[in-house]
Nanobody, 121 residues
Framework: QVQLVESGGGSEQAGGSLRLSCAAS????????MGWFRQAPGKERERVAL????????AYGDSVKGRFTISWDNGKNTVYLQMNSLKPEDTAMYYCAAARDGCRWAGMYYWGKGALVTVSS
């Protein structure tokens, strides 16, 4: 069983930056797709960023394009989310996810427990 553990959440002022990390541990992760999602109180879960770890291709939700960057360190089995120009509306619980096969937003199988990001104005 693959475990995903997020770290790096916290509080930041609007305009600042934070970086989230998600380490895959447990059974060897053999898939090639990792992603980040977020959910704010009272709202539906939202797509944030997706990366094909084999080809390096990425995709982003419209609300974070140009501000957030997803990356993958194969040696560390870790996916990162660099968040710049943070806005109060970025406040949410951020979840790391991984697919077993394929690479689609809806294809995530493994999920982390989440990391809280709070952005103040």
């Amino acid at each position: 069983q693959v475990q995903l553990v997020e770290s790096g959440g916290g509080s930041e002022q609007a305009g600042g930056s934070l970086r989230l990390s998600c380490a895959a541990s447990g059974s060897t992760y053999s898939g090639n797709c990792m992603g980040w999602f977020r959910q704010a109180p009272g709202k539906e879960r939202e797509r944030v960023a997706l990366i094909n770890t084999q080809f390096g291709s990425t995709a982003y939700g419209d609300s974070v394009k140009g501000r957030f960057t997803i990356s993958w360190d194969n040696g560390k089995n870790t996916v990162y989310l660099q968040m710049n120009s943070l806005k109060p509306e970025d406040t949410a619980m951020y979840y790391c996810a991984a697919a077993r096969d394929g690479c689609r937003w809806a294809g995530m199988y493994y999920w982390g427990k989440g990391a809280l990001v709070t952005v103040s104005s």
